[in-house]
């Protein structure tokens, strides 16, 4: 994956609402970027910058608590 100005976010949720502690992984079939959750307790939320655009992406959440 060559670097870029392209960005992903989003936000993880179950049954009950948020999940914090998600490992989220990004790739674009050739490369991949693993990530953990960006924010502190259990918002969930995450951001990937630096990605090339225009760009296909496969993104996969991995928990126990999913």
Do not use: K
């Amino acid at each position: 994956m060559r670097a870029g100005t392209g960005q992903l976010t989003g936000e993880v949720t179950g049954p009950d609402g948020a999940v914090g502690g998600v490992e989220i992984t990004i790739s674009d079939g050739q490369t991949t970027v693993t990530t953990r959750t960006a924010t502190s307790g259990a918002v969930g939320r995450w951001q990937v910058d630096g990605l090339a655009t225009p760009g296909t992406y496969l993104v996969t959440a991995s928990s126990d608590r999913l």
